[in-house]
């Protein structure tokens, strides 16, 4: 099995680590942490600790900032040069509370013909590809159906695709019926206007906007309440348990790795998904700043990560 994963926006987190945070007053750092990353990027980062092989479709800003990180982790990649710098994205981590707070930049504004040059780059490696991952944001002056453009490539190469975004980006390329979307609360609630709820009625209710869109499953990730994950036939539902919270902003991409990772295995059930899925982004958790979950964590993880099936449709 083969990965490949697209990131339009890559960027670099800088998260800064304080006891808590009080507006207005000045701060103390205990700790100041740099990673090249993206949901791609990461992704590509997690499935590689989990011993799977990945291709890395990147946007290359002129500053050597993607060129630099794949090599030095010696990953796979095809970069696609472009002006500019990457963006920085500052993420205020409260080690009290495990609060993060991130003031994330657009990035560099970019146009259509780049876009067609990402699209160009997917296709050209779909012909070895078994599951395409494709989330985060865009650069300014992408189009809106991004996504469903790259998923559409995905579809005549009969590749399945996971689509990890929100808005307009995953309004249109739920057109293209990805296999799973992974929405967290945030995001669901500002791409459909429904607050997400451990619930029959808004399982039901995310069950068919699925439908409608022929896609096999639908995660969200509810922060500390824990995840679920809704399919056609039933809804399933990961409860919180306890996590030694170092970093925070690298678990949701490290569960759609393990989302990726159960479904090029061939795993179909829900629980089956939901409790990889989960025990990664646990995993991911438990290591400070944007660091992805690797197998060791994942297999610590995995027989403390509960899922029950809450409905059946």
């Given at each position: ?12 987190d ?57 090599k ?51 296709k ?31 579809q ?27 929405p ?33 499953y ?6 500390e ?5 809704v ?65 060791a ?17």
């Open positions: 099995m083969h990965f490949t994963t697209v990131t339009a926006n890559p960027c670099i800088r998260t800064i680590q304080v006891d808590s945070v009080n507006l207005g007053h000045s701060h103390r750092i205990q700790k100041t942490i740099c990673d090249f990353s993206g949901k791609g990027i990461n992704v590509s980062l997690a499935l590689t600790q989990l011993g799977m092989p990945v291709k890395s479709v990147c946007l290359s800003h002129s500053d050597g900032e993607a060129a630099n990180f794949f030095q982790k010696d990953m796979d990649a095809e970069l696609i040069p472009v002006p500019g710098n990457v963006r920085i994205n500052i993420k205020l981590f409260e080690t009290s509370t495990g609060c993060m707070t991130e003031f994330n930049e657009k990035g560099t504004p970019l146009d259509c013909e780049t876009a067609l040059d990402v699209i160009r780059a997917v050209n490696v779909l012909p070895t590809t078994s599951v395409l991952i494709l989330g985060g944001s865009v650069p300014p002056g992408f189009p809106d159906d991004f996504y469903y453009e790259l998923g559409k490539s995905a005549e190469y009969d590749v399945p695709f996971i689509l990890d975004a929100s808005g307009p980006l995953l309004l249109n390329g739920m057109e293209a019926s990805p296999v799973l979307i992974k967290n609360e945030e995001e669901y609630y500002a791409t459909f206007g429904v607050h997400p709820s451990v619930t029959q009625e808004f399982c039901a209710s995310y069950r068919q906007i699925l439908m409608e869109h022929n896609i096999a639908g995660a969200v990730s509810l922060g309440k824990g995840a679920l994950l399919t056609p036939e039933a809804a399933w539902y990961s409860e919180p348990v306890s996590v030694d919270v170092k970093g925070v902003q690298g678990a949701g991409d490290s569960m759609v790795s393990g989302f990726a990772y159960a479904i090029a295995e061939q795993h179909t059930q829900g629980d089956q998904l939901l409790k990889m899925a989960v025990s990664c982004a646990h995993a991911s958790l438990e290591l400070p700043g944007t660091q992805m979950c690797t197998m964590g994942v297999e610590k993880r995995f027989p403390l990560t509960p899922v029950k099936r809450l409905c059946t449709f």
